[in-house]
Every structure is written in structure tokens, then in C-alpha cells.
């Protein structure tokens, strides 16, 4: 297949020597099991975002009042973030994270700490579907730069409670800093042509990667929603309808990732994950990725991907036929993180089975389609059926590949 650029649906064009499907010898039910990963993402892992105990919203609203200390904050927060490494390693995730506990977004809270970003209200507001409004916004009122060390330490206190859990890191992709606002929410003053934004933006992830590998992570995960909404239409018109300019905004995308994920050190693993809305248990996009699925897979530099995959929204498994064989993972999301039902064993195993049509067994891996909290107001089901979901991702997994 041959990238031909994107003008709304990135076309894709035949190429001589790619065959549809890859040659499958073994089915889930019959195949030998595999030996344990070495390196993330593990058999069984989860996207990141975990639904935030009482006493940790409690504790957040006194804050917001006034009522409470950054600091006494600060103190909860470490008390919940220990539980809930606890409770991870007790369902058998081998990758722990902090949950996103000390963000109210996120995506917000990492690139406001980025020179140049800001929060804000705007009057007019990203809507969910279900006429669910998102609260804030993003714009850029000066020169982006990386010149604090924004979740570095967030990142070492997981590390220092881990044990010998891998502490997996998310922050958003810089997608996020220009796809909602675009053009408009930019300083036209600070940044008269976009090019130079983009070069900043990328210049400053760069940085933000290097500064969490010379801290110590090994498991980077890069959010990037975007370029699953570049698989809907409609997300395309909207951009279309306010101006922007989307001849090759996948390439764009692409290319300030691969930047990114230059300053990271040879032992890191990249992950994305790429989802097409979480909040409230609301969604934004559809489509599947067979628009964008050749540059995702061959010209960004990721390790592995965390791909929504469960309600038809995300299309079929066909697109995985362009992952490089014998490479990179992808984590199949067929475990729903918006309701409470409990997944059949025999469904997901059946639609691993589907996949491996496409891709080897021992390049896929199992987790939640998104995190449970992509706000700190989380999805609409219980803590325990959160638990109960990350159980099964693990349940299946031994089941499928003989071990997490």
C-alpha cells in the first residue's frame, strides 16, 4: 500500500507485493501458548484512567471551594493512587498507573503545563453525543515551549510504589493542542503561519518524552484521539466548515509524533491509543481505520497500539493487515469502559479469533477500549465493575496466550 495523502478520507492505493491477509496457521482455541512478554504492552494491560474513589472526589471538591490545601489535596491523592496500584496488582495487571487521579482531564492538565497553553471556558463548547457538553477548551497565547517538568513527578511517586508492576505514563498526543481549536484558538500574532506551530509543538514533546526517560519511565503512552476522527466524515466537515486546512493533516499529526517520540531512549516503549470519545460514557466519532491504518501503522514510530474495538463504530479488523509482521502489538479494546456489563468470555474470544485473520496471536494483546475516567466525573458504572472488567481482560488473556 502506498500513502497518497489526506484530503478529508486519506486515500490508499494498491501496491504490487501486499497481499489482503496474512496467513493464519492457528486459531485461538487450538494454539500453543505463548511465552510471557518481556516488554509493555502486556497480554492483559488497560489504557490508564481509572474512576476516582469518594474520598478522592470529595477531597477534589473542598479543594475547588477552598476548603482544602494544594497540600492536603496533594495527600489524598497519594493515599488513593497507592490503593489503586494495590488494587491492579491484586487482578493481575502487570502495568499500574496513577489512575489520572490528580488530573480533571486527560488530556488539559498535561498541555496546560506547557509554555504558551492555556484553559479556558468558551461559549461555544465541544459537544458529546447526547448533547453532552465538554466544560473547557484549549488556546495558545504565546510560544510553546517545555520549560517545566509537568506530571515528572506524578510519574516517579507511581514509580516508588510500583513494585515490580511496570509504571505505565499517559499523556495526550499534541494532535489535542490544534484539532478542537485550530486555527482560531492560535495566536496569529506569536505564530502568523502554522508551520512554526507545529515545529514548537513537536519541539516541546520532544522535550516532555526526553525529561520522563531521563526520569526513569519505560512505558509512554502517547493519547491520540484525533486521528481516529479523521476516520469520520463528519468530524472532517466540521473542520472543513470552519476553515481549517486539512490537506495532509494526517501526515501533520504524523510527523510531530514522530518527533515526540524521538527523545525517548532506546529501553522505552511507545504506545498509543488511539478512541473516538470518552465522557460520561459519550462518544464523538465513528468510522473505521481502514482511512488512516498504512501511516498509523508503518510511518509513525509506536511500538504498540491501544485501538477501540468495541461497538461497530470502529469498523472492522481488516485494517490490521498493515501492521509490520513480527513487530509491533496492537491491544485489542473489546472491553467496553462506558457500561457495567460484564463482556462474554466466549465473545472475546471469538473476536481475538476474528483478528488473528489479520494479524499473528502473538502481536495482539487485550484491554479496555478506553480508560474508565477520561474526566475526573468518569463513566457511568460502579468501581467494582470497573475491576471486574480489568479482571477479565486478565482472565482471558491467560486463557487465550497462557499468561499476562
Known amino acids: ?46 489504557v490508564g484512567s481509572l474512576l476516582r474513589p469518594r474520598e478522592l472526589q470529595d477531597a477534589r471538591t473542598a479543594w475547588k471551594s477552598g476548603a482544602m490545601s494544594r497540600e492536603a489535596l496533594r495527600s489524598v491523592e497519594d493515599r488513593c493512587i497507592e490503593a489503586a496500584i494495590r488494587r491492579q496488582q491484586e487482578v493481575g ?31 461555544q463548547k465541544i459537544q458529546f453525543k447526547g448533547n453532552v457538553p465538554l466544560p473547557h477548551a484549549l488556546r495558545v497565547t504565546g510560544p510553546i515551549r517545555w520549560s517545566k517538568p ?53 519541539a516541546a514533546y520532544r522535550d516532555a518524552v526526553g525529561a520522563f526517560a531521563a526520569a526513569g519511565c519505560r512505558y509512554l503512552q502517547l493519547d491520540e484521539v484525533n486521528i481516529a476522527y479523521l476516520c469520520d466524515p463528519e468530524q472532517i466537515a466540521s473542520l472543513k466548515a470552519r476553515g481549517e486546512h486539512v490537506e495532509n493533516l494526517l501526515g501533520i499529526y504524523g510527523d510531530m509524533l514522530n518527533t515526540a517520540i524521538s527523545g525517548r531512549s532506546p529501553d522505552m516503549t511507545i504506545s ?16 473505521g481505520y481502514e482511512p488512516v491504518a498504512e501511516v498509523l501503522f508503518n510511518q509513525i514510530n509506536a511500538d504498540a497500539y491501544f485501538m477501540e474495538y468495541d461497538t461497530d463504530r470502529a469498523g472492522g479488523f481488516e485494517p490490521l493487515r498493515f501492521v509490520p509482521r513480527g513487530e509491533k502489538v496492537v491491544v485489542l479494546g473489546l472491553v467496553t469502559s462506558k457500561t457495567g456489563e460484564l463482556e462474554s468470555k466466549d465473545e472475546l474470544k471469538r473476536r481475538i479469533d476474528e483478528a488473528t485473520k489479520y494479524l499473528p496471536l502473538e502481536q ?41
Open 364 to 404: 495482539l494483546a487485550l484491554s479496555p477500549q478506553c480508560g474508565f475516567a477520561s474526566t475526573e466525573q468518569g463513566n457511568l458504572l460502579s468501581e467494582e465493575q470497573q475491576w471486574a472488567k480489568l479482571r477479565l481482560c486478565v482472565e482471558v488473556a491467560r486463557e487465550v496466550w497462557g499468561g499476562v
Open 1 to 46: 500500500m502506498r500513502y497518497m495523502g489526506f484530503d478529508g478520507a486519506c486515500a490508499l492505493q494498491e501496491s504490487e507485493g501486499v497481499t489482503g491477509r496474512s496467513a493464519m496457521p492457528e486459531t485461538v482455541s487450538s494454539a500453543t501458548k505463548l511465552s510471557p512478554r518481556i516488554r509493555p504492552p502486556f497480554r492483559a494491560d488497560h
Open 272 to 287: 498509543m491509543h488511539l478512541c473516538r470519545g470518552n465522557f460520561r460514557s459519550t462518544w464523538v466519532a465513528s468510522g
Open 93 to 123: 495487571l502487570r502495568a499500574v498507573t496513577d489512575g489520572e487521579y490528580r488530573r480533571a482531564y486527560w488530556h488539559y492538565d498535561f498541555v496546560a503545563g506547557l509554555d504558551g497553553v492555556e484553559i479556558y471556558e468558551p461559549e
Open 150 to 202: 509537568v506530571m515528572i513527578d506524578d510519574y516517579r511517586f507511581v514509580a516508588g510504589h510500583a513494585g515490580s508492576a511496570v509504571t505505565k505514563q499517559t499523556i495526550p498526543s499534541p494532535s489535542v493542542v490544534h484539532f478542537r481549536g485550530g486555527r482560531r484558538a492560535i495566536d496569529a500574532s506569536t505564530y502568523p503561519e502554522m508551520d512554526g506551530f507545529f515545529a514548537d509543538l513537536a
